[in-house]
């Protein structure tokens, strides 16, 4: 008789642990990845300045995105009034985030 190793635990490295923290810092990470696509939607439709903020879904996308960015705005004005580089800084905290998130995820 043979054990066979599950197909679900073949891609985690050995002496990984299902804690409830790595669970719970694996979905973080999950949820990271999402938001900073919805973060990258967001941003590229701003570049289309006749886009009706207004109407769903695109009213759903700009009140889940902007109040993150705001906090970003206020740290760092537009360059030359009309070119917003605050969104730089924000993928790169949220990238920064997901990074610490996925590192911790091994060291329990």
């Not at 590229?44 to 009706?52: A, C, E, K, T, V």
């Not at 995105?65 to 004005?77: E, H």
Request: charged fraction near 15%; glycine fraction near 6%; include cysteine.
């Amino acid at each position: 008789m043979q054990f066979h190793e599950s197909p679900i635990n073949s891609d985690r490295p050995s002496g990984y642990l299902n804690t409830p923290l790595t669970v719970v810092a694996a979905g973080l990470s999950k949820w990271l990845d999402i938001y900073s696509g919805v973060l990258m939607v967001r941003v590229l439709l701003s570049w289309f300045p006749n886009i009706p903020w207004d109407r769903q879904p695109l009213s759903a996308i700009r009140d889940l995105c902007d109040p993150y960015l705001n906090l970003f705005r206020n740290i760092i004005p537009p360059i030359f009034d009309t070119l917003d580089v605050s969104p730089l800084l924000a993928f790169a905290v949220l990238g920064t985030l997901g990074s610490i998130l996925n590192n911790s995820r091994g060291m329990y």
